[in-house]
């Protein structure tokens, strides 16, 4: 059964993403499938940390994806809630080192958590926290 709610998001090239997502975060493919162009990907679940990502490239020509303006920032961020703080750490080094920009480098907050974030080379930034101790 997948979660309540699962961010789909649109992303090019999709293929690219889901071999970043796989590394970083150790991500199981649980649905594939490719575009009839042989290109381009129509639909992707992943699970991650217990819960689904789904992803597919962008397909303007259908009119139902907005194709991104160079330079303009991805507004979706994802949150994950990891059970420990190494977990946080782990995932941020992988991710940087894979070509995600850092943008808090792991600390431990004022309200008691380990955070991060990251953007991924894709644009979507990630928010990984998990309790202290």
Known sequence: MRPAVAPYLTVSPALAAIGFYKSVF???QVAFMPALDGMRIMHCELKINGGSLMLADAFPEFGQTRVGIPGEPVTVSISLELPAAA??????AK?????????TAPTNSFWGTRLATFRDPFGHRWIL?????
Do not use: H, S, Y
């Open 26 to 28: 150790g991500a199981e």
């Open 87 to 92: 977990r946080v750490d782990e995932i941020f």
């Open 95 to 103: 991710a940087t080192n894979l070509g995600g920009k850092a943008e």
């Open 129 to 133: 926290n998990a309790p202290l101790g």
